[in-house]
């Protein structure tokens, strides 16, 4: 069995379609469909939704996330 390593860019291809939450530097959670990403790590979302120390603020159809701006991308 062989391991290949894997680039975070590679995962999120990966998940592409799939339900994601995207934290920021700042603390507030961002959850949606990962729709595409850039070489720079900028993440678009489809039926996003926004939180703030756990509780929704904001409902977005798409939103753009800036790559320098997110501390961790999960699905």
Do not use: W
Request: aromatic content about 8%; hydrophobic content about 35%; overall charge positive.
């Amino acid at each position: 069995m062989s391991l290949r390593k894997q680039t975070p860019s590679d995962f999120l291809k990966q998940i592409i379609g799939r339900p994601v939450v995207v934290k920021l530097n700042s603390g507030v959670d961002y959850r949606g469909v990962l729709a595409c990403l850039d070489g720079y790590m900028n993440i678009a979302i489809e039926q996003t939704e926004e939180y703030v120390n756990g509780q929704l603020k904001n409902k977005y159809g798409d939103a753009f996330l800036r790559g320098n701006n997110g501390k961790v991308a999960h699905c």
